[in-house]
Every structure is written in C-alpha cells, then in structure tokens.
Nanobody, 115 residues
Framework: QVQLVESGGGLVQAGGSLRLSCAAA????????MGWYRQAPGKQPEFVAE??????NYADSVKGRFTISRPIARNTVFLEMNSLKPEDTAVYLC??????????WGQGTQVTVSS
C-alpha cells in the first residue's frame, strides 16, 4: 500500500520560512510527478507546485517565494517556503502520480502564518 507522509508544518510569523517534506513508501518504482497542493478552510484544494524529470511548475501566487525539490531517484519531495504571508495559511497536501496516472495523496500538514 502506497503512503505519503508529510512533515514540517507549523506556526510562523509573516515573512518567515518553513520547509515541508513528503516521503513516500510502498512503491517499487519512482513517481513520475510529485508536488504540493494546499487547502484553506472552506475552499477547494489549490495547486502549489510540482516537479517532474523535465522541471518544476509553480502557482503564480508562490513564484519567487517557494522552491520545490526532489532528490534524484527518490520518492521524496521538499517545499521550501520563504517570505510567508497570512494568505499562505492552509493544510498542505503532498501529491504524487505514477507514469500510468495513478494518484496518491498524503494526509496533509498544517501551515499557519500569523500577521
């Protein structure tokens, strides 16, 4: 059974930084895509960033502030978040997809940015 486990969330003041981690277990080959979404209370999940063998993509709202990275040949992904804003407050969810488009989600980690 494939599991994604996130860590690194917490409470931080505006302008601060956090680093999220997501580790996957239970898959014998590498995910084609790993990324992050976030969901604020009462809102739909929102794309944040993803990384593939071709490169990375970011939501406009986080470009220049967030950096996604992934060690080569590992099912682990990181999200470095700098210059955090109160509007970044959300549950951050790790997402991973195989080359056959099977999709997996983590349970999420809470990020709270105080003003």
């Amino acid at each position: 059974q494939v599991q994604l486990v996130e860590s690194g969330g917490g409470l931080v003041q505006a302008g601060g930084s956090l680093r999220l981690s997501c580790a996957a277990a239970g898959l014998r080959f590498n995910f084609a895509v790993m990324g992050w979404y976030r969901q604020a209370p009462g809102k739909q999940p929102e794309f944040v960033a993803e990384i593939t063998s071709s490169g990375s993509n970011y939501a406009d709202s986080v470009k220049g502030r967030f950096t996604i990275s992934r060690p080569i040949a590992r099912n682990t992904v990181f999200l470095e978040m700098n210059s955090l804003k109160p509007e970044d407050t959300a549950v951050y969810l790790c997402n991973a997809r195989t080359i056959l488009r099977a999709e997996y989600w983590g349970q999420g980690t809470q990020v709270t940015v105080s003003s």
